[in-house]
T-cell receptor
């Protein structure tokens, strides 16, 4: 069964550094998402992406964040200057159908900012 | 924006008993309600979902009910097993926006 994959599984970085989190969505999916989950808390929406542009973003997704689909398979989340409070698990998700389509989550990247 | 509340935050049941988790949502435009199971350190996995044109959906030991008038939906797990132990999240989506708004999660523990 196809799955969303993410790399790396764990990223440790120093405050102020840039990080890029990578995701490979399910191949026939057209809609991509990033969510984050601070340890012990609920999953929070960051951004959705379709047709090479952002569809929607949350208030968390400020100017320090950006997303890109650099090729036909990868979907990336960049944090330009990491802060301590960016430490969280970041999940990529994809869906085949916009809106009411099921979203399938990747295994996550645990980002630790020191 | 949408706000999803989930209760209880923790639930302990004996193996074989039933478990019920309840969620309420605020946005009457929400029309898609998935439930995710998350084991420790793992990804959220979709276990069942319901759309607003349906009042109830069942898949083996798992069922979900939706009351649009009251804006609440519930997850029912019957004949619980130890492997059902996990954190369960409800979520809501308005469809058009597509993002999922998650509840705060319920930690279910099934004891022998």
């Amino acid at each position: 069964e196809p799955e969303v994959t993410q790399t790396p599984s764990h990223q440790v970085t120093q405050m102020g550094q840039e990080v890029i989190l990578r995701c490979v969505p399910i191949s026939n999916h057209l809609y991509f998402y990033w969510y984050r989950q601070i340890l012990g808390q609920k999953v929070e929406f960051l951004v959705s992406f379709y047709n090479n542009e952002i569809s929607e973003k949350s208030e968390i997704f400020d100017d320090q964040f950006s997303v890109e689909r650099p090729d036909g398979s990868n979907f990336t989340l960049k944090i330009r200057s990491t802060k301590l409070e960016d430490s969280a698990m970041y999940f990529c998700a994809s869906s085949e159908i916009y809106g009411v389509g099921e979203q399938y989550f990747g295994p996550g990247t645990r980002l630790t900012v020191t | 924006g949408e706000n999803v509340e989930q209760h209880p935050s923790t639930l302990s049941v004996q193996e074989g008993d039933s478990a019920v988790i309840k969620c309420t949502y605020s946005d009457s435009a929400s029309n898609y309600f998935p439930w995710y199971k998350q084991e420790l350190g793992k990804r959220p996995q979709l276990i069942i979902d319901i759309r607003s044109n349906v009042g109830e959906k069942k898949d083996q030991r798992i069922a979900v009910t939706l009351n649009k008038t009251a804006k609440h939906f519930s997850l029912h797990i019957t004949e619980t097993q130890p492997e059902d132990s996990a954190v369960y999240f409800c979520a809501a989506s308005t469809g058009t926006a597509s993002k999922l708004t998650f509840g705060t999660g319920t930690r279910l523990q099934v004891t022998l």
